[in-house]
């Protein structure tokens, strides 16, 4: 069986690979050509490359698979990324808003961030790393010039969805939409996650947010969820 490549139905710069097997997988348009980012598979059709998403690897990806109603990240858009880590994820944010959109990445872990500069941002002229504290927005925001149009959060914080509208509030435009990947087991080990998720996104809403959708990962990431919504 040959590879088959078409559109997402619902997302724009997202794709759905049949593998060779039949499996079926997500994809994105390589910006970086050649390159992988973790070790994901590069597949050319008709003269474009894709890279392979791995829903286990990227809960982007594992919330897409799950049903997200929105994927609130489009091509040419600015997207701040807390958490970027070694740019799985971040990197798949970059193919999707393309060469006119950019990607700011926010890491405070130094071993991670020097990997999501040598193996990624290099690469990746739609990419800026800042080694930084995400509780911190003040600490970066004479980098980031004029409002972005969502801010992804990954980052495992005992307060993620307090530091997520921390960060909006400084950063992102009026009517602009946040991603918050909740990991439970950060906030409270005591709760059953479904209650820590629906507690992040109360103060989401107290933040002036709408939610929109919360989404668990399971069984790509277990005891977390991811939360969409829009301010
Ligand atoms: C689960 S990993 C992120 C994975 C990444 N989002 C992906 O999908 O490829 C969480 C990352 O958040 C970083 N992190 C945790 N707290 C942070 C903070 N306060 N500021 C910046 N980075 C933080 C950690 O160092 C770690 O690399």
Redesign the pocket.
């Known amino acids: 069986m040959q590879v088959r490549v078409k559109p997402h139905p619902q997302f724009a710069e997202i794709y759905q690979i049949t593998l060779e097997d039949g499996a079926h997988r997500l994809a994105t348009r390589n910006l970086a050509l050649g390159r992988n980012v973790y070790g994901e598979r590069l597949i050319r059709v008709e003269g474009v490359e894709y890279r392979v998403w791995d829903a286990f690897r990227?809960?982007?990806a594992g919330a897409i698979l799950k049903g997200l109603q929105t994927v609130p990240i489009l091509p040419d858009q600015k997207v701040l990324?807390?958490?970027?880590?070694?740019?799985?994820?971040?990197s798949h944010v970059s193919d999707i808003v393309g060469e006119n959109g950019h990607v700011y990445c926010?890491?405070?872990?130094q071993r991670?961030l020097r990997e999501l500069v040598d193996n990624v941002c290099t690469y990746r002229l739609n990419m800026s790393p800042f080694l930084?504290?995400?509780?911190m927005p003040q600490k970066y925001s004479m980098f980031i010039s004029g409002k972005v149009d969502t801010v992804y959060c990954?980052?495992?914080?005992p307060e993620q969805a307090k530091?997520l509208a921390d960060n909006a509030d400084v950063f992102l435009k009026a009517g602009g939409w946040v991603m918050l990947?909740v990991k439970s087991q950060s906030i409270d080990v005591t709760k059953a996650p479904s209650e820590v998720y629906q507690q992040e996104a109360k103060v989401l809403k107290k933040r002036g947010f709408r939610v929109e959708q919360v989404v668990d990962l399971e069984p790509y990431d277990k005891a977390h969820a991811m939360i969409v919504a829009q301010r």
């Open positions: 990227s809960k982007l990324y807390l958490g970027a880590a070694s740019g799985t994820t971040p926010v890491e405070f872990a991670s930084a504290d995400a509780r990954d980052v495992a914080q530091l990947a």
